[in-house]
């Protein structure tokens, strides 16, 4: 089945710089990538998403890119502020109408840090 | 909001016992899949519902179980609770599988 592993685990940066997180994949029939923010207690918040069938997807301060090659994918914030301060999870899944097995698989998340 | 709902929002079971957890999809969505979320871990596919049929499952055993009704809301039921049990289940709606949004969570503690 679909292996994420997601890294770094743990970041942290200064309000204004950019922050980066990287996710590889193992099974290259995968599709479909989303990234969700889950802040202390609440819910995951799905902030972008991307298929295989494009390579970067921008929305405002947040894009992602995918290597369909080297079977990775990243989260590209810029300009942060303190309250994108959460954890991050990416998540892979095959999105097929014959798929039998429709599951999402998620990286272990990484606890962005923004300090003011 | 976005419209997924989940009841009950805590619960408390004594190992051995069954539960029932409940998810109301958001409006328009036919697309249910269940999660389970270990303290600091990234949420584990439970299973996922597609008009009423399991169209695909994780790595959990069959006591871990579902369904999904004609208005798309659906159940998960867990029996014979264990202490590993213990978690946030989540259920997240979509239409066709994509763009999956969540509810706020079901915190089942066993004991």
């Known amino acids: 089945g679909e292996n994420v592993e997601q890294h770094p685990s743990t970041l942290s940066v200064q309000e204004g710089d950019s922050a980066v997180i990287k996710c590889t994949y193992s099974?290259?029939?995968?599709?479909?990538f989303p990234w969700y923010k889950q802040e202390l207690g609440k819910r995951p918040q799905l902030i972008i998403d991307?298929?295989?069938?494009?390579g970067e997807k921008k929305d405002q301060r947040i894009a992602v890119t995918l290597n369909k090659t080297a079977k990775h994918f990243s989260l590209h914030i810029t300009e942060t502020q303190p309250e994108d301060s959460a954890v991050y999870f990416c998540a892979a899944s095959i999105k097929a109408w014959w798929a039998s097995n429709n599951d999402m698989r998620f990286g272990a998340g990484t606890r962005l840090t923004v300090k003011p | 909001e976005t419209g997924v709902t989940q009841s009950p929002t805590h619960l408390i079971k004594t190992r051995g016992q069954q539960v029932t957890l409940r998810c109301s999809s958001q409006s328009g969505h036919n697309t249910v899949s269940w999660y389970q979320q270990a303290l600091g871990q990234g949420p584990q596919f439970i299973f996922q519902?597609?008009?009423?049929?399991?169209?695909g499952r994780g790595n959990f055993p069959p006591r871990f179980s579902g369904l999904q009704f004609p208005n798309y809301s659906s159940e998960l039921n867990v029996n014979a609770l264990e202490l590993d049990d213990s978690a946030l289940y989540l259920c997240?709606?979509?239409?066709?599988?994509?763009?999956?949004?969540f509810g706020p969570g079901t915190r089942l503690t066993v004991t």
């Open positions: 997240a709606s979509s239409l066709d599988g994509y763009e999956q949004y």
């Open positions: 519902y597609y008009r009423e049929e399991e169209n």
């Open positions: 991307i298929r295989s069938n494009v």
């Open positions: 099974d290259s029939a995968s599709n479909y």
